[in-house]
């Protein structure tokens, strides 16, 4: 049974490196675990908030901008307006879609005991996908931001 919560990173896709980490995560202490990797699972990481929201406001300056091409007096207004929205919602679907990363799954069996932990993670492209039997290091930060590193890493 895992006795821990998950543990995830706090955006993927600023900490695509196994050497990156977050500002907050700076002059933080962090628990170390030496353990081994007993479930492993792909899955994907949805985009942030902040991607949607730039993919919304892109969109919507964007389609405004070229409504307001169209048109004249109130016919202007109405087809920028229009396009303003319908660029926000296309805009805000490209956003979540750019954003949306795979990430991994780990239950990590600590070193002479029961205890599990689970952690999710991006997919590091130093690593790849880790499986199942890998020992490592579990690095369980302050503030939400843990990773697992093979052993070497």
Same mark, same amino acid.
């Given at each position: 049974?895992?006795?821990a919560a998950f543990f995830g990173l706090t955006s993927c896709s600023e900490l695509s490196s196994v050497n990156s980490i977050?500002?907050?995560?700076?002059?933080?202490?962090?628990?170390?675990?030496?353990?081994?990797?007993?479930?492993?699972?792909?899955?994907?990481?949805?985009?942030?908030?902040?991607?949607?929201?730039?993919?919304?406001?892109?969109?919507?300056?964007?389609? &405004?901008?070229? $409504? =307001?091409?169209?048109?004249?007096?109130?016919?202007? %207004?109405? /087809?920028?307006? #229009?396009?303003?929205?319908? *660029?926000?919602?296309l805009g805000r679907g490209v956003g979540a879609a750019a954003g949306k990363t795979k990430g991994q799954e780990l239950v990590?069996? &600590?070193?002479? $005991? =029961?205890?599990?932990?689970?952690?999710?993670?991006? %997919?590091? /492209?130093?690593? #790849?996908?880790?499986?199942? *039997?890998?020992?490592?290091?579990?690095?369980?930060?302050?503030?939400?931001?843990?990773?697992?590193?093979?052993?070497?890493?």
């Amino acid at each position: 049974m895992v006795t821990a919560a998950f543990f995830g990173l706090t955006s993927c896709s600023e900490l695509s490196s196994v050497n990156s980490i977050s500002a907050s995560s700076m002059g933080t202490a962090a628990q170390v675990i030496n353990g081994t990797v007993v479930s492993s699972r792909v899955v994907d990481v949805e985009a942030s908030s902040t991607d949607k929201s730039l993919g919304t406001g892109i969109g919507a300056a964007l389609g &405004a901008g070229s $409504g =307001a091409l169209l048109g004249r007096g109130k016919g202007q %207004i109405v /087809s920028s307006v #229009g396009f303003g929205v319908a *660029g926000a919602l296309l805009g805000r679907g490209v956003g979540a879609a750019a954003g949306k990363t795979k990430g991994q799954e780990l239950v990590i069996k &600590a070193d002479g $005991g =029961a205890q599990q932990y689970s952690v999710i993670q991006p %997919i590091y /492209s130093q690593i #790849g996908a880790i499986p199942v *039997g890998t020992h490592g290091t579990l690095h369980l930060g302050v503030g939400g931001t843990s990773k697992f590193l093979p052993d070497g890493f």
